[in-house]
């Protein structure tokens, strides 16, 4: 079993992830648009595994993570972004793609985010 939290504020870029990461062995998702939803879904059901966009129309997704890390322990995270310069600071990224991106990028990089959640 394999619960993913995307935060992601483009409907059709989380469902094009949830599809991808569905097909990868992803077995449940929550979408969060915003931070503070991030945060809120986290806590209700922890994760396996985070993506996470960068800029969110209301909050940031490095710093949901950072919450979230707070509060639920070290969660793998992928970080699905324009502007990957942004994710310098980003301390729980795993990997970190630069949007536009392809299946084959996000099916390595959930692999290899399975594999640090199992400690690997």
């Known amino acids: 079993m394999c619960h993913v939290?995307?935060?992601e504020d483009e409907p059709l870029i989380a469902d094009i992830i949830s599809d991808i990461l569905a097909i990868s062995g992803a077995?449940?998702?929550?979408?969060?648009?915003?931070q503070?939803?991030?945060?809120?879904?986290?806590?209700?059901?922890?994760?396996?595994?985070?993506?996470s966009d960068v800029r969110l129309r209301e909050g940031r997704g490095?710093?949901?993570?950072?919450?979230i890390h707070d509060s639920c322990g070290a969660i793998?995270?992928?970080?699905i972004t324009a502007i990957p310069d942004e994710c310098a600071s980003c301390d729980h990224?795993?990997?970190i793609i630069s949007k536009p991106f392809t299946c084959?990028?996000?099916?390595?990089?959930?692999a290899k985010a399975q594999a640090a959640g199992m400690g690997i």
Not at 62 to 67: R, T, W
Not at 76 to 79: Q, V
């Open 5 to 7: 939290l995307i935060i």
């Open 27 to 34: 077995t449940s998702f929550d979408i969060a648009p915003t």
């Open 36 to 51: 503070q939803q991030a945060v809120e879904l986290a806590a209700l059901n922890r994760p396996a595994v985070i993506t």
């Open 62 to 67: 490095p710093l949901a993570v950072d919450e």
């Open 76 to 79: 793998p995270t992928i970080f």
């Open 93 to 95: 990224a795993v990997e």
């Open 104 to 110: 084959q990028a996000l099916q390595q990089a959930f």
